[in-house]
């Protein structure tokens, strides 16, 4: 009896010291005329309502605590590993052996979250920030954002204690989210007394390419969520996938694409995205209604070029929207280069008005696509007949003020150009692009070396000019020649690259966002490679409205 006295002021000091290593000081948030409290675990910084228990890591052991009066009371348990993963992105997921409903995921660096959900490193959303699990929490106005868990959001229609709050993003944090398919992520703030929510000050790193799909579609981060016959994607996280092979539980979920989304992806290679849906009750799988990206102004990775006087030879793969045009003279027999062209279309191609100043019989015109050297056919290369051609009603054949014409090649199929390696198109450019003064652009021709050569270069060649601004593209720099607004100079400030005779109708294209723009077609020149004189382009942007009536049906 005396011995259990003795104890028993021992014990309870124990257990007080037990308490206290895993308790914190109460927090109250007052809500009407009653005060409820509320516990915040210090190393994870998340609260808890009266009651509520939960799992933590502790060193390397693992404490059961629960809320109780504002303090939280903890306890080492015994854990195993999870009957089913609960943690994304490769976090390992661990159970408590006697409360198997309570889960613990350790997480992989640079995740954290209750089931590894958040991505640390994010620092920007794609699209609308739907899928966004990054850790930003500051509002458009520099507010902080509030805990989607506390009390007071209880009554919001998105809060961390939905029963698909995990889904959407939200929990114990105050990180950014866009529950609702909203422009943007976005928080609830508190502010003059008030609740409210805002935009976050994160920005986008989205892309037009997250709309289409390239190739086979394995890199498609994009939101579409529909298939091809209309159904509605189900959630890659969807507990009815549990037996799935490709779900965001797997392993790679996040390399793959996968995860708390409904979002079409091509994690196996297929030859399209597709997603997991439901029939009746029964889990199928359907191919995706993504469009494809286009690859106007996409090329092979242009190889080391032979510098000649007049710019370097080229092969057709680094310049497959190049079109050589042919016609055959009344009186002379064969058939004889004319012009450059740019292919824009699968069946329509750019080129200069002029060149066809003598109204060709459409009979006598031949387009070439796909040859690298100008009179020796290659393997893949197309011809293609002449169904007709547009001159534009205004050229002027003295100034060669709008110097542009569409010619229309034939089918009796639909298709004319097939897209290969040595054949696709270029870009036309966005309404209004401007690009910087002296951006440096490429031109490409079958044309002479030099003016008075009197041969036609045999081999496709290139060069590297770059674009004049207007203060040095006036007929003063021109010999006094007439120039107006629907013309533009470039030139190669090395006095090394230049259009010459033969180059006429050819391509003048520039890098933007990755693919090349048609942004003036050759017209004319002062000689070639003068010092100083830049070559004079037809202003494409000039003509964007013209050639889209003009393609029409």
């Not at 699990?133 to 805990?147: I, K, Q, Y």
Request: include cysteine.
């Amino acid at each position: 009896m005396r011995l259990e006295q003795e104890l028993f002021p021992l014990l309870l000091l124990l257990g007080a010291i037990t308490t206290f290593q895993c308790q914190e000081f109460p927090v109250r948030v007052k809500r009407g005329a009653r005060s409820r409290a509320i516990c915040r675990d210090p190393s994870t910084q998340q609260i808890y309502q009266q009651r509520e228990s939960w799992l933590r890591l502790v060193n390397s052991r693992v404490e059961y605590c629960r809320c109780e009066s504002g303090r939280s009371r903890c306890h080492a348990v015994p854990v195993r590993a999870c009957a089913q993963q609960q943690c994304y992105n490769r976090g390992i997921c661990q159970q408590a052996l006697y409360s198997p409903n309570h889960f613990i995921c350790s997480c992989l660096p640079g995740f954290s979250g209750k089931q590894c959900e958040i991505d640390a490193e994010a620092t920007c959303y794609k699209d609308a920030g739907v899928t966004y699990r990054g850790t930003w929490s500051t509002t458009e106005s520099g507010a902080d954002c509030l805990n989607w868990n506390i009390s007071a959001l209880v009554q919001k229609r998105y809060n961390g204690r939905r029963v698909d709050a995990m889904e959407l993003g939200l929990g114990n944090h105050n990180y950014c989210r866009n529950p609702d398919g909203d422009t943007k992520p976005w928080c609830h703030v508190f502010k003059a007394g008030v609740y409210s929510r805002e935009y976050c000050s994160i920005s986008s790193c989205s892309t037009g390419k997250d709309n289409c799909v390239s190739g086979r579609g394995t890199e498609y981060r994009g939101s579409h969520s529909h298939t091809e016959s209309g159904v509605t994607c189900l959630r890659w996280d969807s507990k009815i996938l549990t037996n799935k092979f490709y779900t965001a539980w797997k392993t790679n979920a996040q390399q793959l694409g996968l995860g708390s989304h409904n979002y079409c992806r091509n994690p196996d290679n297929d030859t399209r995205p597709w997603c997991h849906i439901l029939k009746g009750s029964q889990t199928h799988w359907e191919f995706c209604s993504v469009p494809a990206c286009s690859t106007c102004g996409l090329r092979k990775q242009k190889e080391a070029q032979f510098r000649i006087k007049g710019g370097l030879y080229s092969n057709i793969q680094s310049h497959p929207w190049q079109a050589a045009i042919f016609v055959r003279y009344r009186r002379v027999r064969g058939e004889h280069f004319l012009c450059g062209g740019i292919l824009i279309n699968s069946c329509w191609v750019l080129s200069a008005a002029h060149c066809f100043a003598e109204r060709f019989i459409v009979s006598r015109l031949k387009v070439v696509l796909g040859r690298t050297y100008r009179v020796i056919p290659e393997e893949n290369e197309q011809q293609f007949q002449v169904e007709k051609y547009i001159m534009h009603e205004n050229f002027d054949g003295n100034t060669y003020d709008n110097d542009i014409i569409l010619l229309k090649l034939k089918t009796s199929s639909g298709e004319c150009a097939k897209e290969t390696d040595t054949v696709r198109t270029a870009c036309l450019p966005e309404p209004g692009l401007k690009l910087p003064d002296w951006t440096e652009c490429e031109i490409s021709g079958y044309g002479k070396h030099e003016e008075f050569s009197p041969f036609y270069s045999e081999r496709l060649k290139e060069g590297h000019v770059r674009l004049y601004p207007d203060s040095r593209c006036t007929p003063r720099q021109l010999s006094n020649r007439t120039v107006t607004e629907n013309m533009l100079c470039a030139g190669d400030t090395r006095q090394l690259d230049d259009a010459c005779k033969g180059d006429s109708g050819g391509p003048l294209v520039c890098l933007k966002d990755g693919h090349m723009n048609l942004i003036g077609i050759i017209s004319w020149g002062d000689g070639c490679g003068k010092k100083d004189t830049p070559g004079v382009y037809t202003n494409v942007i000039r003509y964007l409205n013209w050639i889209q009536e003009n393609m029409k049906p």
